[in-house]
Every structure is written in C-alpha cells, then in structure tokens.
C-alpha cells in the first residue's frame, strides 16, 4: 500500500488547493514553479515523495491555459521520475474541453491530444469536475472521477423563496438542468437557441411555463445574458445562473453588469476570479474544497467515490 498522502500545485489555482488541505489536515508540499528568462519552466518538488500517493491539484485554467497546462505536465513528470507510488492529477477545470471532435477536414482534436500529454507525463488517474462533454473520460488510458458541482451549488439555490423553475439555456444542457431540477424538486423549461457564430448565440424562445417564477439557468459556457433576456420577456420574476466554472472570458463581466434581467452568478473556485469579483458584484462563489477533499481522502483510502455522485 502507499504510504503518505501529499498534495502537490502549481500556479493556477494554489488557494483552492491550500483550501483542499485545510479539508483533509496535511501541507501542500513545497513545490518551486518559476520561469527561466528565456520564457521556459521550472519545476521542482521540495519534498522526498518515494512510494507516496500524490495528488497533483492544477486546473488548465484561463488566463494562461497553456502555462497551466504545461506546469500540470512537467509536475507529474517530475513525480514520476522522483518513484511516487502513485500520482493522481486533480484537474477541477479542464482546458481545451470544448475542442473534443473534429469540426472542419484540418482540424485537431485537442481535448484528446491534451489528454494524451498529460498520460504520458505521468498521471495514473484523473478527477475533474463537470467536464465539457462526458465522453472525453474515453480520450484517457487511465480511470477518470467526473464529479458534479451539483451538490456544491445546492446550498445557496435551497435557499431561494418562492416557486423556482430550473432553465436549460439550449438542447445540450437538458442533462445537467434535469439533475439540478430532482434534485430541488422544480420543473424543467428549455431555451430554445440557435447558435449563427461561434461564441455568439441568440435565444429565439421558452419551452416551459416560467412565469412569476425564479428561474435557474443552468450553464457551464458564457452565453448566461441572451437566455436572461429571453427569460424575462416570458415573465419571469427573477433570474438566477450557475456555472459550474467561472470562465468569464472576454466581456463577460461587462455582459453580465449591463444585464438588468440577471440578477446573480453562482459559480465555483474551481477558476480563480482575481479582480473579477470586485468589478461584478453579482458574482457569488462557492468552493468545491470538501467535494475535492472527499474524493481524495476515498481514493487515497481504497474507499468508494461513487458515493460522491449522489
């Protein structure tokens, strides 16, 4: 069996995974990320981590994906090579996601590649959480832990008065707003949208009864505003969404400010927001430390984490 847990990070999120270790009572392992001054990387592990369990917490994350993403592979390399016994690369947002089928005659499959690289580099296991499309779990060689921040958003969509109504923003997201709508106990709606351009969409019209009610929209993109607009023309008394990440790329900030109809963004630590929170008070976080926490301590014990699932 393996002897200690540790928990290694880069750059990219070190506050989620620090927030990890206060959940599980052990230290991040010292780690030294830097950059040489001709722009390349240098990782090194301050910490002997022979026949250990490693988990190493870095999410590929904006604003520097690539950097994040190439920290994530030289660290498992690096743990490889000093004999972890195990190394297990905990990637709560998963960059390149989207990018997860061919869509023109010349054009990679990255999310695929991605996962490639990070095998290669050293990881025997992966746990992400709401990845972009459940079937990049097969572009790995090794077992993939999805978790859902269902359960983490809960606490704060529970305490909503009055009737609420769970949104799916177009077709593709019936599956998650479904799981958000058992779970609560509230009827589905479904924006239909068409999308003209990628990253731009337009919401045409509601499938669903949403009138006088606090509507939920579901989404783990950006496309949060046109679906708000779209809801409040149908007659809904207040608009609330979530999202798994808080990409919030480009003028999604702006977007949302300038949106009257929403009135609040839940999403979660799994992306640092930096400067955001200040400039767009109706950002609300909430962290998915413990879920994360949980799942390392099952696995790091042999227990099960389908129990995680619920």
């Known amino acids: 069996m393996f002897s200690d847990l540790k928990i290694v990070t880069g750059s990219s999120n070190p506050e989620l995974a620090k927030a990890i270790c206060d959940h599980l009572g052990c230290q991040l392992t010292p780690t030294l990320a830097t950059t040489f001054s001709d722009g390349e990387l240098r ?33 498992l390399d690096a743990l490889k090579r000093a004999s972890a016994g195990r ?8 960059g390149y996601a989207r990018q997860d ?15 490639d690289f990070i095998s290669v580099a050293g990881a025997g296991r992966v746990v992400t959480i709401d990845m972009h499309a459940g079937q990049i779990q097969g572009f790995f060689n090794c077992p993939v832990d999805n978790l859902y921040a269902a359960p983490v958003m809960m606490e704060p969509l529970r305490q909503i008065e009055g009737d609420i109504v769970i949104v799916s923003p177009d077709a593709g997201g019936v ?12 009827p589905l709606a479904i924006v239909d949208k068409r999308r003209d351009k990628p990253n731009q969409a337009q919401a045409m019209h509601v499938i669903g009864d949403v009138e006088g009610k606090t509507a939920i929209i579901v989404d783990d993109a950006g496309t949060l505003c046109a679906g708000a607009d779209v809801l409040l023309k149908y007659g809904a008394k207040k608009i609330i969404a979530c999202a798994s990440h808080g990409v919030l790329s480009g003028p999604a900030i702006d977007r949302i400010n300038a949106t009257e109809a929403l009135d609040r963004v839940i999403v979660t630590d799994t992306i640092p927001l930096g400067d955001k929170l200040a400039q767009c008070p ?6 998915v430390a413990a879920l994360l926490g949980k799942t390392i301590h099952n696995i790091h014990t042999g227990s099960s984490v389908s129990v995680l699932f619920v």
Request: hydrophobic letters at 45%; glycine letters at 2%.
């Open 101 to 115: 089928r061919k869509v023109s005659p010349r054009a990679p499959i990255s999310a695929k590649m991605v996962a």
């Open 282 to 287: 109706k950002l609300q976080v909430v962290s």
């Open 175 to 186: 599956e998650r707003a479904r799981s958000y709508a058992k779970r609560l106990n509230a």
């Open 43 to 75: 990782i090194e592990i301050g910490d002997n981590v022979r026949g250990d369990d490693v988990f190493v917490v870095q999410p590929t994350c904006p604003p520097l994906v690539n950097r994040n993403l190439m920290q994530l592979c030289l660290m």
């Open 87 to 94: 190394i297990t690369a905990v990637i709560p947002y998963y």
